[in-house]
């Protein structure tokens, strides 16, 4: 037997491939069913949204910005947000935190819905993905009411919010956060105990907290291999210091542990959003208080002509941003969301750049499927939750 | 940990590098001499508890000299830190690879390159990532048109006047104080 002439065998996944999540493509060298190299080929959703940004005023990149990740677009505003008030030295009002904190944790189970259903999707559990869309949908309906827009909501702004929340706003929230808790159950119910799911995912793909901290995975993979990491605990932002939840970990390392600690997450959300939600009045403050960067109420810029020159240069030139530069990490659905911010003291950014969680993670995979069989390729890219538009940019 | 006192833990580490802090608004920010980027970054991990190398990016400052700047960001967990290194690098300098330090760099370095055309030296693999193999130019790079009105030839060579690439650069760019 052992004269028998073997030879790997190349095979093309993608990058117009479902189970790809948008269009990554791999190249797999395979030996039997055996792994023994993998390319990743990247870029086919580049869209040069950086060097766009450096084109337009600092508050036009918002809409920019949020179309980088699109599972979770307001930590991409948010994380830019935060870093354009940074260099402008702004300080939010707490309401303006707060509900920031309610839209970013509310986004969080947004894109951990879609994940837990794609990934569910492709190894088998079809009916997660149908589960999963329908409780997003709820999110969406909540983010059309805030700012009329579904995906893109552009609600939160350099200087704080667009507007002030619409009337029903709590009524709706609360609606979703009571009917929740049960539907997680129904996931989990779905899922954690299902033989065939425990089998495809227990012991495949294991990244440890030493291999994830080399390839600088923080997030949700790192805490199920036994990172405690959170940005959120250990440099809070936006007032996520007063809340009180917990960091889900897992020490496995494997994808059940990241399915895991995404499923107590969304818990952990709910918590969060919860308290949020309790703290913000249905009325009130929904920016600061910085003439430079917020226009001035309407009814001012009708009777007084100073408040009339301002909301005309805001809007005509924009606002300049002292030079400098700033990069404020925010916790995203999928890992560290930062923003990094280079100003030389005009009305335009000079340099723009998102620190993708995606990119990454898809760096990583070769030496995570590496030796394993080809059938969990596809377990441990979902397992990863990437994003081709956080990747590609 | 402030600037000065990174760089005082650090200079017994490398000797013969000179490191200068930066100001800034966030974190501590040091300027790295270029030839000693990979001994400051495996002193950083080994040493000051860096695990994470979370990014890798670069500004191009034109018309300043030296034109770029190579931006480390590091993180380290341990110790709830975060630091910015800086890297002067001259139009047509070089930087060391610091893949053999943090293997995550790998693809970091690549986009940069892709996007700025700066050469990492002793990098194994430094093809286009984001954009097309056969892609012309840099497009990251200041002196890159964007906005110029020309008919879509994805794989042409550009070709701009320098009056349009000087309007380009100008463009709606305002400078005022308050």
């Known amino acids: 037997m052992s004269d028998i002439r073997t030879e790997t065998m190349t095979v093309n996944m993608g990058p117009q491939h479902p189970s790809t999540h948008g269009v990554l493509r791999l190249v797999l060298e395979l030996d039997g069913e055996i792994i023994q190299s993998v390319i990743p080929t990247i870029g086919y959703l580049h869209t040069g949204i950086e060097k766009t940004a450096e084109q337009k005023k600092w508050q036009q990149v918002i809409p920019l910005v949020e179309r980088m990740d699109y599972l979770a677009a307001q930590s991409n505003s948010l994380a830019y947000a935060l870093s354009v008030e940074k260099?402008?030295?702004?300080?939010?009002?707490?309401?303006?935190?707060?509900?920031?904190?309610?839209?970013?944790?509310?986004?969080?189970?947004?894109?951990?819905?879609?994940?837990?259903?794609?990934?569910?999707?492709?190894?088998?559990?079809?009916?997660?993905?149908?589960?999963?869309?329908?409780?997003?949908?709820?999110?969406?309906?909540?983010?059309?009411?805030?700012?009329?827009?579904?995906?893109?909501?552009?609600?939160?702004r350099i200087g704080g919010l667009r507007e002030?929340?619409?009337?029903?706003?709590?009524?709706?929230?609360?609606?979703?956060?009571?009917?929740?808790?049960?539907?997680?159950?129904?996931?989990?119910?779905?899922?954690?105990?299902?033989?065939?799911?425990?089998?495809?995912?227990?012991?495949v793909g294991i990244i440890t907290k030493e291999h994830a901290y080399a390839w600088g995975l923080v997030g949700p993979i790192a805490r199920a291999g036994g990172s405690d990491y959170d940005v959120r605990k250990y440099?809070?932002?936006?007032?996520?210091?007063?809340?009180?939840?917990?960091?889900?970990?897992?020490?496995?390392?494997?994808?059940?542990?990241?399915?895991?600690?995404?499923?107590?997450?969304?818990?952990?959300?709910?918590?969060?959003?919860?308290?949020?939600?309790?703290?913000?009045?249905?009325t009130g403050v929904f920016a600061c208080d910085d003439t430079r960067v917020v226009p001035p109420p309407k009814d001012k810029v009708y009777s007084e002509m100073e408040a009339l020159i301002q909301h005309f240069l805001i809007y005509s030139q924009g606002f300049t941003v002292p030079a400098g530069e700033a990069y404020v990490p925010v916790e995203g659905p999928r890992g560290e969301h930062g923003c990094y911010i280079v100003s030389d003291g005009t009305n335009r950014p000079w340099r723009v750049k998102m620190r993708a969680p995606s990119f990454m993670a898809i760096q990583a995979l070769p030496t995570v499927?590496?030796?394993g069989l080809i059938a969990d390729v596809v377990a441990v890219i979902g397992s990863t939750d990437v994003v081709m538009g956080d990747c590609d940019r | 940990m402030d600037a000065q006192a990174i760089i005082d833990s650090l200079s017994p580490l490398v000797p013969g590098a000179s490191f200068e802090a930066a100001p800034s608004v966030d974190f501590a920010t040091v300027y790295v001499p270029v030839e000693h980027v990979v001994?400051?970054?495996?002193?950083?991990?080994?040493?000051?508890?860096?695990?994470?190398?979370?990014?890798?990016?670069?500004?191009?400052?034109?018309?300043?000299?030296?034109?770029?700047?190579?931006?480390?960001?590091?993180?380290?967990v341990s110790k709830r830190l975060r630091l910015?290194?800086?890297?002067?690098?001259?139009?047509?300098?070089?930087?060391?690879?610091?893949?053999?330090?943090?293997p995550g760099a790998g693809w970091l370095e690549r986009?940069?390159?892709?996007?700025?055309?700066?050469?990492?030296?002793?990098?194994?693999?430094?093809?286009?990532?984001?954009?097309?193999?056969?892609w012309e130019g840099h497009p990251q790079r200041k002196d890159y048109p964007v906005q110029i009105q020309k008919a879509a030839q994805t794989y042409a060579p550009l070709e701009v006047s320098q009056e349009q690439f000087q309007a380009n650069l100008e463009r709606d760019r305002v400078k005022r104080t308050h």
């Not at chain 1, 079809?126 to 700012?147: G, P, T």
């Not at chain 1, 619409?166 to 956060?177: N, S, W």
């Not at chain 2, 890798?56 to 993180?75: K, Q």
């Open chain 1, 87 to 156: 260099l402008l030295w702004l300080e939010m009002p707490q309401r303006v935190k707060d509900i920031r904190v309610l839209i970013a944790e509310l986004q969080r189970i947004a894109s951990h819905l879609i994940w837990i259903g794609t990934h569910g999707l492709e190894i088998g559990a079809v009916s997660m993905l149908f589960y999963a869309v329908r409780e997003r949908e709820l999110l969406l309906n909540i983010n059309e009411l805030i700012a009329g827009f579904r995906f893109f909501p552009s609600y939160i």
């Open chain 1, 164 to 203: 002030d929340l619409p009337r029903g706003f709590h009524a709706q929230v609360q609606e979703f956060l009571d009917r929740f808790p049960a539907k997680i159950d129904e996931f989990e119910g779905l899922l954690t105990k299902n033989d065939i799911y425990q089998r495809r995912t227990q012991n």
């Open chain 1, 235 to 282: 440099f809070p932002y936006s007032g996520y210091e007063g809340y009180d939840f917990k960091v889900p970990t897992a020490t496995e390392g494997d994808v059940y542990a990241r399915y895991r600690v995404r499923v107590a997450e969304m818990r952990e959300s709910l918590k969060i959003a919860k308290q949020a939600l309790d703290r913000i009045s249905p």
């Open chain 1, 369 to 371: 499927v590496r030796g």
């Open chain 2, 39 to 76: 001994s400051t970054c495996q002193a950083l991990r080994d040493s000051l508890h860096f695990e994470v190398l979370a990014e890798i990016t670069c500004a191009d400052y034109l018309p300043r000299t030296p034109r770029y700047e190579v931006v480390y960001h590091l993180l380290s």
């Open chain 2, 84 to 102: 910015r290194l800086k890297v002067r690098v001259t139009a047509d300098g070089t930087v060391p690879t610091v893949q053999g330090v943090y």
């Open chain 2, 111 to 134: 986009e940069v390159w892709d996007m700025f055309g700066i050469v990492f030296d002793g990098h194994p693999d430094l093809r286009r990532l984001l954009m097309p193999e056969d």
